[in-house]
């Protein structure tokens, strides 16, 4: 199985401020039909996930543009341009190039 | 509006069984692939099992495979996971997903099983 980490599993952001988290896979998740299935969630307290970015960089429906994904290969990152309340919850990402689909451990963003 | 809302969850003895369901709402729920995806309390998501819009394939993962068996009914717009031979160690908020270029764009709010005696 593919070992999705992410780093760091807590960061303390002050509004207004940008945040970043790091998410490694242990192999490529290049898929075979040339794409990169690797996907953000963010999951609020008592809430269900809700998928932020799909195929590395590209927002949901929805999705504020203060969110964007960047990477390839087996390194990712997902970046908040400029931290709101709202964004408090915990962030996963997952990998949907190879079965079993995997996710990271989650990183926690708190307000300071 | 795309809406999944999941039902059947309780508590259980270990080695016993439940079924749960999913009822979806809002897409043509035979088109697409479906998941159930589980999240033991305050720990981070696991992939379970999923099954092809018209039904003809599934896949689990290596720790339910062999207790868990999903299985869905198109007319009834609906995703059931049937677990036997329950642990501990399933007990989890239980989330249906809809499954769309290999991420999970809808989700359910989650039934809780709790395996306990």
């Known amino acids: 199985d593919i070992v999705m980490t992410q780093t760091p599993l807590s960061s303390p952001v002050t509004l207004g401020q940008p945040a970043s988290i790091s998410c490694r896979s242990s192999?490529?998740?290049?898929?075979?039909?040339?794409?990169?299935?690797l996907s953000w969630l963010h999951q609020r307290p008592g809430q269900p996930p809700r998928l932020l970015i799909y195929q590395i960089s590209k927002r949901f429906s929805g999705v504020p543009d203060r969110f964007s994904g960047s990477g390839a290969g087996t390194d990712f990152t997902l970046k908040i341009s400029r931290a709101e309340a709202e964004d408090v919850g915990v962030y996963y990402c997952?990998?949907?190039?190879?079965?079993?689909?995997?996710f990271g451990q989650g990183t926690k963003l708190e307000i300071k | 509006e795309v809406q999944l809302v999941e039902s059947g969850g309780a508590l259980v003895q270990p080695g016993g069984s439940l079924r749960l369901s999913c009822t979806a709402s809002?897409?043509?729920?035979?088109?697409?692939?479906m998941d159930w995806v589980r999240q033991a309390p305050g720990k981070g998501l696991e992939w379970v099992a999923n099954m092809r819009g018209d039904g003809t394939q599934k896949d689990y993962a290596d720790s339910v495979r062999g207790r868990f068996t999903i299985s869905r009914d198109n007319a009834k717009n609906s995703l059931y996971l049937q677990m036997n031979s329950l642990r501990p160690e399933d007990t989890a908020i239980y989330y249906c997903?809809?499954?769309?270029?290999?991420?999970?764009?809808?989700w359910g709010q989650g039934t809780l099983v709790t395996v306990s005696s």
């Open positions: 192999q490529s998740l290049v898929d075979s039909d040339g794409n990169t299935y």
């Open positions: 809002g897409f043509s729920f035979s088109d697409y692939w």
């Open positions: 997903a809809r499954h769309v270029v290999y991420c999970f764009d809808s």
């Open positions: 997952m990998q949907g190039s190879q079965f079993p689909h995997t």
